[in-house]
């Protein structure tokens, strides 16, 4: 079961960067809709079975995903899978998707499946932006070193690292 707040974080986003690896160009990224995310972080996308990044995943299935919206980021790596579940794809087909498949019994159509092993997430919105930007600010002019930001994740609201 995925945190709570990172389920929350990436049911809100409708679209994500999808990262995987090509054997002749190395690491790709292209703009995926997320079909579905379940309460164990799993997330699912659509895609054609003879697009390029099918075979990218048959030659790697470790995969990443990011996400962005305003001050809220999610940075995700898993385990692709290329599902033919026809029962799941009728399950989250979405009308919008008739611009590229003729409908939820294409056969063209695959699921992407990526379990999600890790991920981290910063959320910066709302009064939690104001106080990161009090701590970076008060950082840059203080020569206390006690002030200053590192990598180290808190694990708090705003960002925290999630082992699933």
Request: hydrophobic share 35%.
């Amino acid at each position: 079961m995925a945190s709570k707040k990172l389920l929350d974080l990436l049911k809100g986003y409708s679209n994500a960067m999808l990262c995987t690896h090509s054997p002749s160009i190395g690491i790709r990224a292209r703009p995926m809709h997320i079909a579905n995310v379940e309460e164990s972080g799993t997330v699912h996308f659509v895609t054609a079975a003879d697009s390029p990044k099918v075979a990218e995943i048959r030659y790697d299935g470790d995969v990443g995903i990011t996400c962005q919206s305003g001050q809220c980021y999610v940075s995700a790596s898993g385990k692709a899978k290329l599902l033919e579940d026809r029962k799941k794809i009728a399950e989250l087909y979405q009308k919008p998707w008739d611009a590229w498949f003729e409908g939820k019994d294409d056969p063209n159509i695959l699921l992407i499946r990526v379990e999600v092993d890790e991920a981290e997430y910063w959320d910066y919105s709302g009064t939690k932006g104001i106080r990161y930007l009090w701590k970076a600010t008060k950082a840059a002019v203080s020569d206390d070193p006690k002030d200053k930001l590192d990598d180290k994740c808190p694990n708090n609201d705003a960002h925290a690292k999630v082992h699933l």
